[in-house]
Structure formats: C-alpha cells, structure tokens
C-alpha cells in the first residue's frame, strides 16, 4: 500500500530558528501594523550577514520598523542621519589628541556598533558614501592608516526616500551592489490604515518602543547562520539561479543586467527561506520569492521602457517566467 505520509525528518535542527522567526515577528507586530513581508526580509537579511536598503514615501514607518527590529535583538543599534554636510570623520569617528598621554586616541564613531540606520542615505556626498563603502563590504574601518574591524553582527539598514530628490546624490551602482536587498514599502491598505489610526488612539501617550523586548541573543544567531549554511541546494537549482542572472545581462527591456554576487545573494536567500519554513531543502519557489528584493536595485531599465512607465519588478517576474522550472 501506498504511504501518502509526506511528514519528513531534517538533517538539521531547525525548530529553534523557526520559533525565533516567530518571536521577533510576533515583537514587532505589536507595534507595527502590516509589512509582514518587509518584516520577512530583514529577518533573512539578519541570517545571512546582508544589508538593507529600504525605500518608501515618508511616514510609511520605514524608520520605526527598522529601529523596533533593531531592538528585537539582544545588540546594540546606532542611528545616524544622513546630511548633504556630512563628513566621513562624523560616520567613522576621529583622532583626538589626548594632552595627558600626549598622543592622538582613536574616538569610534557611531558605525561602530551591531545594527546601524541610516536615515537618508542618498543626502549624504561621494566622500561620505565611500567611507561607508568599506565598512560595508569589508566589515571594518581604516583611520589613519589603522583597521579597526566591526563587531558581529554587523547590519546597515539604509533608508532613502523616492520621490524628494533635491538635494539628494544617486547611490553609484557599486554601492547598491552591497546591498543585499532594496525593500520597497509600499502604504497600507485602509483596513491596515484604520488599524494603525486606532492603535494610536489606544496607546495614548505610551512610547511604542517599550513594548518590545529583545528575543535572540547574539550567541544564538550566530548557530542559526552556521545551521542555514547547512540546508541542501541540488545542482539543477545552481543552474536555475544562473540563468535567470544570465537573461538579465542581455534582455531588450535592461540596460544594465545584474553581477554574479547577485547570484550567490539569490542562492543564500532562498537558503534562510527554506530553513525559517522549517525545511531543509531549497525548492525553485524559495528562489523565486528573492528574485525581486535581490535585483530591482541590480538591474537598470533601458530609457525607453523607463518612459513608457514599465518597471524593474515587472521585468524580474517576466525573466523568472521566461525560465523553466527544474522538476
């Protein structure tokens, strides 16, 4: 007889992490209203040691959720606004001439901690993004000709604003690259509305930052990303992956296709989307469902389809479309 059972065992514990997954989401709802899918990636984004571009119109809670998710963590969390006047010194920190040692002494600045915001990351000049740059990529700081590592973990969730572009300096395509994900949130809808209105007519003067409690500690994070790095990619998937990159580089609608650090972006995303459902395996929808954050900052509409409204979103779900999907 047949067994239709299709309950089955994984090779690697992954009940923890899931409840974990759980819990932060459960914190941040206690506050925030919706975005659970803007929720979901930054928890992946936490798990596989990438950063975060959010972009959205103001006062859609951009800032908030991304300062509660901060807090969720048992780290701690700098937040530095972004200014057209806004010098590397002020983001990395400076030589101070210390008069009783008669030396110089290194003070930190404030990229120096575990989950950083940056409010505005498209206010600040080329100087200071470059500053940025190789604490990003590099997960350290080089002042006066001395390398100062970051302690782990390391996040930067960077948020920019769509619309207000005066005043404002175009990200280079070699710093989006770092990013491992652009968010876009989008407005609630008026149910989600009506729920946010009446939340903030019961909390009455309450600060909504006390209600959440940090859930995962450091320690536990770091076997969390260890047990990720154990779940099963089979080949056919390996390929899967490069040739919806491939199409990328050379579709009539793109101007600019996307690298191959893109690639491996897509198949540690779809990894920490496999284990935080509980499975051990990767199936071509986890791939799927990182295709969009992973690339619409990747990838550059030709100017043509950019006047005729068409967006990179619509572009990255007709590729993946285009691919077959191994069996």
């Keep these: 007889m047949e067994n239709n059972n299709l309950n089955f065992d994984n090779r690697i514990p992954l009940e923890e992490l899931k409840n974990s997954v759980t819990a932060i989401s459960d914190e941040l709802s206690k506050v925030i209203v919706g975005q659970h899918n803007f929720i979901e990636l930054l928890i992946v984004s936490l798990f596989i040691d990438g950063h975060v571009l959010i972009e959205g119109v103001p006062g859609i809670a951009k800032t908030i959720t991304a300062k509660l998710f901060a807090k969720t963590l048992k780290t701690n969390f700098s937040r530095i606004q972004f200014t057209p006047d806004l010098m590397p010194s002020d983001i990395l920190g400076t030589s101070v001439f210390n008069v009783k040692e008669s030396e110089f002494e290194y003070k930190k600045g404030p990229i120096f901690s575990n989950i950083i915001l940056i409010d505005e990351i498209n206010r600040a000049p080329a100087k200071t993004q470059a500053a940025l740059f190789e604490t990003m990529e590099e997960r350290q700081a080089t002042v006066d000709g001395k390398t100062y590592k970051m302690a782990s973990p390391f996040m930067v969730l960077a948020t920019q604003n769509p619309i207000e572009q005066e005043g404002t300096y175009a990200l280079p395509e070699a710093q989006l690259d770092r990013f491992l994900f652009k968010i876009k949130v989008d407005y609630p809808s008026v149910d989600e509305e009506v729920q946010i209105i009446q939340t903030h007519h019961e909390r009455k003067s ?108 619509s572009v990255i779900k007709m590729i993946s479309e285009s691919v077959e999907i191994p069996r």
């Design 206 to 313: 309450n600060n909504p930052a006390d209600d959440i409690k940090p859930v995962l500690l450091p320690k536990k994070l770091t076997e969390f990303k260890n047990i990720i790095h154990e779940v099963i990619v089979e080949e056919k998937l390996f390929k899967y992956i490069a040739e919806i990159i491939a199409k990328t580089r050379n579709h009539p609608h793109l101007y600019l296709g996307a690298s191959p650090r893109a690639s491996i972006a897509a198949m540690h995303c779809a990894k920490a989307f496999a284990a935080i459902k509980g499975r051990d395996f990767v199936t071509p929808e986890d791939v799927k469902k990182a295709l969009v954050p992973i690339l619409n900052h990747r990838v550059i509409l030709t100017p043509e389809r950019e006047m005729e409204g068409m967006t990179t979103e």
